[in-house]
């Protein structure tokens, strides 16, 4: 089970300071020349997390807080994705992640009177996991040990470990065997 956890617009205010340190540091991310430890270095200071030399993140990416993304070993992240993180994102050890890919841990309530409020929703994906092109993770979401979703799929319930899921919204297509 996922827990929740809602801020009121006072609250969103008050992450304002590091919101606007890290989004310079985003900009000074995607639009200078880095190398790959570089990459790391200012991703490191986004998240305010080591990351292990095994990790490669392609340019450009996006987010929209850094402080509650947890990265693991030999994680790789294409270019163009977008980690909405303020509810926070769990990446463990071996996941992918393809290119324009959007995992989101932020909603807002459907109550009009709240709706500037945010509600956060923590992203798990398992190890070994695999999410293709231009996939969606939505709020609360954890996508299971080996599993993979197909390119373009939108995850809007959790994914079983070593099952592929696919469409819009997402559903079991496969079971994945291991040649053991």
């Known amino acids: ?7 009121d617009p006072q609250q969103i205010a ?3 300071k590091i919101i606007e340190h890290n989004q310079k540091l985003v900009q000074k991310l995607n639009t200078g020349v880095h190398s790959p430890a570089g990459i790391r270095e200012l991703v490191a200071q986004l998240t305010q997390q080591a990351l292990d030399p095994s990790v490669e993140i392609r340019l450009p990416f996006h ?3 850094g402080r509650n993304i947890h990265i693991g070993k030999r994680v790789f992240i294409n270019n163009g994705a977008t980690f909405t993180d303020l509810g926070g994102i769990y990446l463990a050890d071996d996941v992918l992640v393809g290119p324009n890919a959007s995992l989101i841990s932020v909603n807002h309530p459907l109550d009009p009177a709240s709706r500037h409020s945010v509600e956060l929703k923590p ?3 398992r190890k070994n996991a695999w999410l293709g092109a231009n996939t969606t993770i939505l709020p609360g979401i954890t996508i299971g040990e080996n599993a993979v979703v197909a390119a373009g799929a939108v995850v809007t ?3 079983p470990a070593n099952t592929v899921v696919a469409g819009v919204p997402a559903r079991v297509i496969r079971t994945i065997k291991h040649n053991n």
């Open 1 to 7: 089970m996922t827990t929740s956890k809602i801020l």
């Open 63 to 65: 987010t929209d807080f």
């Open 14 to 16: 008050d992450l304002g």
């Open 157 to 159: 319930r959790n994914v």
């Open 123 to 125: 992203v798990y994906v």
